[in-house]
């Protein structure tokens, strides 16, 4: 697959070490081409000198970006990744009278299918840090790859992406999901945080029921 990550930050090195290492063809943006160059050269991606550009011929976009740039990114790709899934990898937290905190009304992932409304938005690789995207063994477990979305074939293609990469894929269901995964991953990030970890940790879901397929 064509695969286009937009951000050449942690995990936008992380994914593009995996996704080469299974084989895809990956091409990243970022806000300052010469970072993504440099991701590019790290993980033998191809560059792309816009977010436009990245997307035109993907199968995938992963937005591997902070989600305060999403709206920006969102009004450069609508109209190149309509039909397409979209990978939403980010985060949420913000910080009150009680320390870290988590909006749960709500996720990225929905207020980015809202900016997006012709593409396919998925939910997935955020419960999971950088360093376990590329390596997704922590203490000699296999992590959870959890998947949310509401197209049954983005979702089905995202969690090949997932399975291919190492992770054990984990369907949770529709996109709303994803604000128990913006949960999850809150609270893995606020453990490290608070008691100074040292970001290796991560979510493993044991015997996990597997959906039953649908009937045709
Ligand atoms: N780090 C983790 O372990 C981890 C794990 C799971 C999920 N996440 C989530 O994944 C997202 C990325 O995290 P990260 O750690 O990779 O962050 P990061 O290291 O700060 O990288 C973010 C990247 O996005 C780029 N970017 C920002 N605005 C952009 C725009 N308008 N167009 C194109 N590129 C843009 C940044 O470019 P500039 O340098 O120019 O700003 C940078 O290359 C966040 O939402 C985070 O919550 C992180």
Not at 31 to 54: F, I, Q
Not at 97 to 123: C, F, Q, R, Y
Not at 124 to 151: C, M, R, W, Y
Not at 157 to 163: A, N, Y
Request: charged share 15%; no cysteine; aromatic share 4%.
């Amino acid at each position: 697959m064509d695969i286009a990550i937009i951000g050449a930050g942690n995990v936008g090195k992380a994914l593009a070490t995996s996704f080469k290492r299974a084989g895809h063809d990956v091409v990243i943006a970022s806000r300052d081409p010469e970072d993504a160059g440099n991701v590019a050269a790290a993980t033998h991606s191809r560059v792309a000198t816009s977010n436009a550009r990245a997307v035109a011929g993907a199968d995938v976009i992963v937005l591997a970006i902070p989600f305060s740039s999403a709206s920006a990114v969102a009004a450069e790709i609508a109209g190149a990744v309509a039909g397409k899934p979209v990978v939403d990898a980010t985060n949420r937290m913000s910080f009150g009278a009680n320390g870290p905190d988590i909006d749960t009304t709500t996720s990225n992932a929905e207020e980015l299918a809202a900016l997006l409304p012709g593409a396919k938005v998925i939910k997935a690789f955020n419960t999971i840090f950088a360093t376990h995207q590329s390596d997704p063994i922590a203490e000699g477990v296999q992590l959870s790859g959890f998947v949310a979305g509401d197209d049954a074939e983005a979702k089905a293609t995202v969690l090949e992406l997932v399975r291919e990469i190492g992770l054990e894929p984990v369907d949770v269901g529709p996109l709303v999901r994803a604000r128990q995964l913006e949960g999850l991953a809150f609270l893995n990030i606020t453990l490290n945080i608070v008691n100074g970890g040292s970001w290796q940790s991560g979510w493993k879901l044991v015997g996990a029921p597997i959906a039953a397929p649908v009937a045709a």
